[in-house]
Every structure is written in C-alpha cells, then in structure tokens.
C-alpha cells in the first residue's frame, strides 16, 4: 500500500516562509508525477505545482516566482518551499503522486498553513 505523508505546516506571518515535505512509500516514486494542491475552507481544491518525473515543474499563476517545487527520490520526498508567504495562501495543503497507464495515484492526507497578516 502506497502512502504518502505531509509534514511542515504551521503558522507564518505575511512575508514569511515555510517548507512542505511529503514522504512516500514504494519504488514507483522515482517515476511517478508528483503535485502539491491546497484547498482553502469554502473553496475548492486548486493545484498549486507540479513536478514530472524528469523533473519539469509547473507552477499555478498565484505562486509563481514564491513557491518551489523539488523532489529527492533518493529519499522518496517530494518539497514545497513556500516564500513571501500571503494570508490568501492559508489552507490545507496536499501532495498527490501519479503514473502510468492506466492512471494510477494516491494523496496525502493533508497539512495546515496559516498565514497571518
């Protein structure tokens, strides 16, 4: 069974920084596509970044140029650094990890920021 696991929520001040993590298990991860989204009470779930198995990443407009996705798959970890932090980006942030066809993949269960103005 595939899990995938967040860590580094918490609460930053506008302007601040924080640091997502997500740990996976399974080999597949190495391959595998892996997304960072949020969801916000009231709202629905929007993708915030994506990073391809060979690395490539892509990036919502709203965060572009503030946050970073990386990847170690030597530790099967995938990264969110969060920069210049705004109160609109308070939310449950999720990782999801996806391959192959037919499509498979798997979420997170979730991780709080708050941001604070």
């Known amino acids: 069974q595939i899990q995938l696991v967040e860590s580094g929520g918490g609460l930053a001040q506008a302007g601040g920084s924080l640091r997502l993590s997500c740990a996976a298990s399974?080999?597949?991860?190495?391959?595998?596509?892996l997304y960072w989204h949020r969801q916000a009470p009231g709202k629905q779930r929007e993708l915030v970044a994506t990073i391809t198995g060979d690395r490539s990443t892509d990036y919502a407009e709203f965060v572009k140029g503030r946050f970073t996705i990386s990847r170690d798959n030597a530790k099967n970890t995938v990264f969110l650094q969060m920069n210049s932090l705004k109160p609109e980006d308070t939310a449950v942030y999720y990782c999801r990890m996806g391959w192959g066809i037919p499509w498979r993949e798997y979420w997170g269960q979730g991780t709080q920021v708050t941001v604070s103005s």
């Open positions: 399974g080999s597949i991860f190495k391959i595998a596509n």
